[in-house]
């Protein structure tokens, strides 16, 4: 079903991409396109339908008002749950139940105690499940000592969607280890600018393989009816987000303005919800951005006319962190026009007292409807009934509650071991340095060799991966030291020195460096990608001493690398492959008896610049001529020799 879905689209997708690409200065002119309609594999049960219906009849005004607000964990306590009968908690990035390294018994007891809250005094009030959502974008992230995944656009190069729900699977059971039942995941964001901070959340510039990876992700982190492993006691509830277009704002800026026209919005960045919503997806997340002028937490069209109607999604809509205050008119303590757009639960972290008071004096005075927040609350209650809360009971009694040693247990990890393997794209492998014999003197040099923060990225124990050491990751293998288990194991000799230094001089030097972790905003380039960095001079000085050079790229985009790429005998892309660095040397490094151990297999899932102005550029464009094209990669097999590149 989803197959020939995504089929018929990226048909459609390659005949009208240079269309698609080029700015609508005028779209209210354009004519109005007609959204296929998804065909969820979760339909809708007259018995939860019913139950709904039921709870919904005894449900008082402030309880229904509850339900559809979600403050952060930071700034509410268990009483006031009870008191103001709040339906839903976040963990924001980097937001913990105690200390940063508490461990699953410390969040299993704080889900525990919300729980508790929501469903007190039962015969006075509703006693309706709260639902605690996280950020587990790449592995349960915000958790010390978890299995990281190498971000989206990793997991894109490795064009593997059976590894992705592999994934999905893997990140679900960790997420309910700690209690929670809700992920802010996947983002199915395509990505149509590098400089946007945001880029390595996308699997791929094209939306056919982000449909495709996306919906993996979704069956994996929720499970399938069909497998009958829907929402089971490791299975969390997934979430498509953002909806709608963020990947394609103008100049890549974060929360910028989307200038398409509506066939163009289908097509780029509509699809990849579409097949989510296929897989099952039970909620989505409203974008930050705009398109063509009106915030997406208040633009009805989509929200409501589109995605609801249209599209004919059945679950809720959950706004972004403060996401409606940017709507017109509009501020983090009210707004009547997200509630009235769409958005069916509101992400108020702070000010979520004030937002509750003002939400309910609006539905009494009739500007948000009791219609519109019966609709709203109706579809929350429906999520949670589906995902089985009512039944599940307390956190604490969760089949994987509390049993630390799943966190980053060794199948775990030789999951994402296989994603990193997969994920690597070799662009460059002049004379075939690649691979190495095992028996080598190897130096190991660049800023990134040893550091696991930067092999992170953002979204890794904080917001933006920063602020963190190698110590926050117990159990994690960094590059180097994957590569002197591999080298050391079999005979050779291993020497760190991130400036290129060495005492003996190497077989071959591998200098790992790329970019300092980022998150959202503060990810973005105004201007040129072309990358700066002080290894340059570590690899040209290794080159001049008549060393082979092979460079890996810690990146969450394509970047302008010329001079380090012709500064290098070999050059690999290994994107923020996460906590498990041996998968670079199961690839790089020859086994014992001298055959190859694993071959190169990822392949570009966006274009790679010739250029360092050259942005937006995107498979299918007009004027496409990329330094390396999208589905470029290198393996063992290939005789590639790269001409020096200008400079």
Same mark, same amino acid.
């Given at each position: 079903m989803i197959k020939s879905l995504l089929f018929v689209l990226a048909g459609l997708f390659f005949c009208n991409l240079s269309l698609a690409s080029d700015p609508i200065v005028d779209p209210v002119s354009a004519p /109005? +396109?007609?959204?296929?309609?998804?065909?969820?594999?979760?339909?809708?049960?007259?018995?939860?339908?019913?139950?709904?219906?039921?709870?919904?009849?005894?449900?008082?005004?402030?309880? /229904? +008002?509850?339900q559809i607000i979600q403050p952060e964990i930071k700034n509410i306590s268990p009483a006031e749950v009870t008191k103001y009968h709040i339906g839903s908690v976040l963990s924001a990035g980097g937001s913990y139940p105690a200390k940063r390294d508490s461990g699953s018994i410390s969040w299993v007891g704080a889900a525990t105690k919300f729980y508790n809250a929501s469903v007190k005094n039962p015969k006075s009030r509703a006693a309706i499940p709260i639902i605690w959502g996280v950020d587990a974008v790449h592995g349960h992230n915000n958790v010390v000592g978890a299995t990281i995944f190498p971000h989206n656009i990793g997991l894109g190069a490795t064009r593997n969607p059976g590894l992705i729900r592999s994934v999905g699977e893997v990140t679900a059971r960790e997420v309910s280890v700690t209690g929670l039942s809700w992920t802010f995941a996947p983002t199915v964001a395509v990505a149509r600018d590098q400089r946007w901070g945001r880029t390595y959340e996308s699997y791929s510039e094209d939306p056919v393989l982000v449909s495709e990876l996306g919906a993996a992700m979704v069956v994996g982190l929720q499970g399938l009816p069909a497998r009958n492993d829907l929402f089971g006691p490791d299975k969390v509830i997934a979430t498509a987000k953002h909806f709608l277009g963020d990947g394609g704002t103008n100049r890549g800026v974060d929360q910028g303005d989307t200038l398409v026209d509506e066939k163009a919005l289908l097509l780029l960045h509509g699809q990849s919800f579409l097949a989510a919503l296929d897989a099952g997806a039970q909620t989505v997340m409203a974008s930050f951005n705009s398109w063509n002028g009106v915030k997406s937490h208040g633009n009805q069209y989509l929200l409501t006319d589109v995605l609801k109607d249209q599209m004919g999604f059945d679950g809720f809509v959950i706004g972004d962190w403060d996401g409606h205050e940017q709507v017109p008119g509009c501020s983090k303590q009210s707004c009547p026009q997200a509630i009235n757009a769409g958005v069916d639960m509101i992400m108020v972290p702070k000010a979520w007292r004030a937002f509750y008071a003002n939400t309910l004096r609006q539905v009494k005075k009739g500007e948000i409807s009791q219609e519109r927040l019966d609709d709203a609350v109706t579809r929350i209650l429906r999520v949670k009934l589906r995902a089985g809360l009512f039944e599940k009971g307390k956190p604490s009694e969760g089949k994987f509650a509390g049993r630390q040693q799943i966190i980053g247990h060794p199948k775990h990890r030789a999951v994402a071991q296989q994603a990193v393997r997969e994920s690597l794209v070799l662009l460059k492998n002049n004379n075939s340095v690649l691979p190495i014999a095992a028996n080598s003197k190897v130096l190991i040099a660049g800023q990134a060799a040893d550091d696991l923060v930067m092999q992170s990225g953002g979204w890794t124990v904080t917001w933006q991966g920063d602020q963190t050491t190698n110590s926050d990751f117990p159990g994690a293998t960094s590059i180097y030291q994957g590569l002197a288990n591999g080298v050391e194991t079999n005979g050779g000799s291993v020497e760190k020195n991130k400036a290129g230094s060495y005492k003996q001089k190497p077989d071959v030097a591998i200098v790992v460096f790329g970019e300092p972790p980022y998150a959202e905003g503060a990810g973005d380039i105004a201007k040129t990608i072309d990358f700066q960095s002080a290894d340059l001079a570590v690899m040209q000085k290794l080159k001049a001493d008549g060393i082979?050079?092979?460079?890996?790229?810690?990146?969450?985009?394509?970047?302008?690398?010329?001079?380090q790429i012709n500064s290098s005998d070999a050059f690999v892309v290994a994107w923020l492959p996460g906590s498990e660095g041996q998968g670079l040397a199961d690839v790089l490094l020859k086994t014992a008896d001298g055959t190859t151990n694993f071959d190169f297999t990822g392949k570009l899932s966006f274009s790679w610049p010739k250029f360092k102005d050259q942005v937006p550029h995107n498979i299918g464009d007009k004027d496409y001529q990329p330094l390396f094209p999208y589905g470029y990669g290198l393996d063992y097999q290939s005789n590639t020799q790269l001409e020096l590149l200008a400079e």
């Open positions: /109005k +396109v007609v959204w296929p309609k998804a065909n969820s594999v979760i339909k809708k049960d007259p018995a939860i339908e019913a139950r709904v219906a039921t709870l919904l009849a005894a449900m008082t005004l402030k309880e /229904k +008002v509850g082979p050079v092979v460079s890996v790229f810690i990146t969450g985009r394509p970047l302008w690398v010329n001079p």
